[in-house]
C-alpha cells in the first residue's frame, strides 16, 4: 500500500508547499478525499483568528476510528497494529493485529456504553503504557466520547484539576503502574482525586500489577469483568461524527493560571497527524514505528495512535524507561522488534550519551532507517550523537518541531527527502505559514533573522479552542498579534532559509521535554506552610535541557535547610507531581522587585546561569541590594 499524498522527492516538496499556500483548499480537500467519510464536507475552511475560529472540513461526518481500524481491516486484517513491549524485559510482549485491535476496541466501546458513556462525554484516562491504553483512547472516540488523557506522573491534585475542569464523568484507570523498578499505585491516586470530584460516577479498573486497591461499591469495576459482560454482544458501531466535533482535550501549561485544556477535533487533526505522520517520516508499508513518548502528551497521541493507526502503520509501545534494566533498553528492543523509525526526545539521547557507547556495542541496530527528535531544541553534540552512533551516518534525523495546540509537526525535515541540519527544524510542512516577528509585532522578513514565531494561516491540526474557555484560547494565543498564531516560541532563520525554534520566549519552562509553567510551580511552593513567597525560573541542565531553579522566602529561618528543600520538593510534587520538583532551592531573605512590585525574573535567570556582571540595569528595584545577596548565595 502507499500513500498518494507521500512526498518523495525535494522538487515534489516545493510543489506541494506551493499548492497549499496557494490554494489551500483544494490541496487539503484533495489529501482528506483520500479517508473514510460518511458524508462529504459542506465547506473545507471557514477561518478567522480573531474570535478565533477555525473549521476544516464542516459537515463532513466521520468517525477517526473507522479510519484508524476498519478501513484496514477490510486491508491487511492480520497485520500488527500494536506491538508492546513491557516494562520489564522478562515478560512477554504482545502484539495486537489490526482484527484483534478492532475487536477490542469495539469491544471496550461497549463497555463504555454499558457504564453510561454517551457522545460528548468526557472521559478521564489515567493509566500506564499497556495496549489498554491505547484501547480506551480509541474506545472513547468510537462512541464520540471525549478523552482527556493525564499523564500517569501527574498528581492526585492535578488529576483532579483537570478532571473537574472538564467535568468528566468516567476514569479509566488500572490499579498500578510498573515504571523501570518502582510500581505506581495508580488507582490510589484516583481515589484521592475522586474525593474532589462528584462529576465521575464511574471508575473502570484495568488490572496490570495486582497491587491492593480498594475498589468502592457502585462506582468503582475491573475492566476484565466489564469485558466479559460484553464478550458476546456485537461489536459497537462507530458514532457519526461531524468532522468539527471535539475528539479530545489535552492539558498543558502556559504562562499563567492553571494547565489548559486543548481542544482538538476529529477530523482536521485525523488528516493532520495522518499526513505529517506518512510525509515526515516517509513512512513504508509494513515498517515498525517506535515512538518513545508516553501517550499522556500530545507526541503519543499523535504518533503512536492516530497518525500511525490511521496510516494502517505498525506502532511499538512501550512501557517501561530508557535506563531500565540497564541503558541498553531502547537498543535491545529495536533489535528485538526491528524497528525501522526510532522517534525519541533530545532529553533521552542526552541521558543515554552519558552511558557512553557500551550499552551499544553488539547491538544489531541496522533495521533502522529513520531518526527523530521532538519537545525541545536538540544541541549538536547530542544531534551528532545519535546520527553517528544509532543512525551510523546512514539514517536521516527529523528534528520535528510542534506543540500540543499544533496536533502534530509543523516545522521537519521529510526524513531522505529534504535536506536535514544538525539543530534546525529546517522547512515548514506543507499548509504551514510561519512568520517571525519583532517585538512590536512587525513582521520580520529576509533570511538571516530572528523574532518570535508565529503561524499566519489555519492548518487542519491546529487547537479549536481552551475547553470551556474560548476566551483563553484567544488571549493566551490570538491576541498578542493581530491575525496570527503565536507559538510562544523564539526562533531564527538563516541564511539558507531554515529555520531553527531557539525555545520558549515566555515563561513556559521545557523539562526533559516536559512541559511546565514557571507560574505552576511557584503556586505550588507556595502551598508550603513555611513558604511566604517564590520565583522560579529554569537554567541550563545538560541532561534535561532546562532545571527548575526556585528562590523561596521562608516566613522564619530554618536551621535545617537540606529537609526545607525536601519538604517544599515534596509538596511540589504533591501539588503537581515529580515531573516539577525544583532542582536547586535557593532561599532567599527578598526578591528583586520593580517599585509596582513585579519580580525582575530577567535578572533571576541571569543569576541562576551562573552570570553575575551584566544583570542590566538594577536601579529601578525597590531594593537594589536584594540582588547582591541573592548573588552570593547561588547555588
Ligand atoms: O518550545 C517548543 C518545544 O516544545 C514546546 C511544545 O511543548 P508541548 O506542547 O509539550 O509539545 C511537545 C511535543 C510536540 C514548543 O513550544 N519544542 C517541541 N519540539 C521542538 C521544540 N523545540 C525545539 N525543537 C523542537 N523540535
Known sequence: M???????????????????????????????????????????????FNEPKVEWFKGGQLNITENCLDRWVEIQPNAPAIIWEANNPDEKDRTLTYKELHQQVGQFANVLKNNGARKGDRICIYMPMVPELAIAVLACARIGAIHSVVFGGFSAQSVSDRIQDAQCNIVITADGAFRGNKTIPLKSVIDEALITCPSIQKVIVLSRTGIAVSMMNERDTWWEDEMKKVADA????????????????????????????????????????????????????????????????????SYIIYGPLSAGATTLMFEGIPTWP??????????????????????????LM??????????????????????????????????????????????????????????????????AKPSFATLPLPGVQ?????????????????????????????????????????????????????????????????????????????????????????????????????????????????????????????????????????TVAKVIGAIAKPDKIQFVSGLPKTRSGKIMRRILRKIAEGETSNLGDTTTLLDPLIVEEIKNNKL
Not at 22 to 29: C, G, I, L, R, T
Not at 253 to 259: Q, V
Not at 334 to 350: C, F, M, Q, S
Not at 362 to 377: A, I, M, N, Q
Open 2 to 48: 502507499s500513500y498518494p499524498y507521500q512526498i518523495r522527492s525535494f522538487e515534489e516538496y516545493q510543489v506541494a508547499y506551493k499548492k497549499s499556500v496557494e490554494n489551500p483548499e483544494s490541496f487539503w480537500e484533495e489529501i482528506a478525499s483520500n479517508f473514510k467519510w460518511h458524508k462529504k464536507w459542506d465547506a473545507v475552511l471557514n477561518w478567522n
Open 354 to 419: 552519558a552511558f557512553g557507547k557500551d550499552p551499544i556495542e553488539g547491538k544489531d541496530l541496522s533495521t533502522l532507517k529513520v531518526l527523530g527528535t521532538v519537545g525541545e531544541p536538540i544541541n549538536e553534540e547530542a544531534w551528532h550523537w545519535y546520527d553517528d552512533n544509532i543512525g551510523k551516518n546512514n539514517s536521516p534525523i527529523v528534528d520535528t518541531w510542534w506543540q500540543t495546540e499544533t496536533g502534530g509537526v509543523l516545522i521537519s525535515n521529510l526524513a531522505g527527502v529534504t535536506k
Open 326 to 351: 540497564n541503558a541498553g533498553r531502547f537498543w535491545d528492543i529495536i533489535e528485538k522488534h526491528k524497528v525501522e523509525i526510532l522517534y525519541t526526545a533530545p532529553t533521552a539521547i542526552r541521558s
Open 234 to 301: 456485537p461489536l459497537c458501531p462507530a458514532e457519526i461524527m461531524d468532522a468539527e466535533d471535539m475528539l479530545f482535550i489535552l492539558y498543558t501549561s502556559g504562562s499563567t493560571g492553571k494547565p489548559k485544556g486543548v481542544v482538538h477535533t476529529c477530523g482536521g487533526y485525523m488528516v493532520w497527524t495522518n499526513y505529517t505522520f506518512v510525509n515526515v517520516f516517509q513512512y513504508q508499508s509494513g515498517q515498525v514505528h517506535f515512538c518513545t513518548a508516553d501517550i499522556g502528551w500530545v507526541t503519543g497521541h
Open 434 to 570: 510561519p512568520v517571525l516577528v519583532d517585538e512590536n509585532g512587525n513582521e520580520v522578513s529576509g533570511n538571516n533573522v530572528s523574532g518570535n514565531l508565529c503561524i499566519k494561516f489555519p492548518w487542519p491540526g491546529m487547537l479549536r479552542s481552551t475547553y470551556g474557555d474560548h476566551e483563553r484560547c484567544r488571549t493566551t494565543y490570538f491576541s498578542t498579534y493581530k491575525n496570527l498564531y503565536f507559538t510562544g516560541d523564539g526562533c531564527l532563520r538563516d541564511s539558507d532559509g531554515d529555520y531553527r525554534i531557539t525555545g520558549r520566549v515566555d515563561d513556559v519552562l521545557n523539562v526533559s521535554g516536559h512541559r511546565i509553567g514557571t507560574a505552576e510551580v511557584e503556586n505550588a511552593i507556595n502551598m508550603h506552610s513555611g513558604v511566604v513567597e517564590s520565583a522560579v525560573v529554569g537554567y541550563h541542565h545538560d541532561i534535561k535541557g532546562q532545571g527548575i531553579y526556585a528562590y523561596v522566602i521562608l516566613n522564619s529561618m530554618h536551621t535545617d535547610e537540606a529537609h526545607m528543600r525536601q519538604d517544599i520538593s515534596q
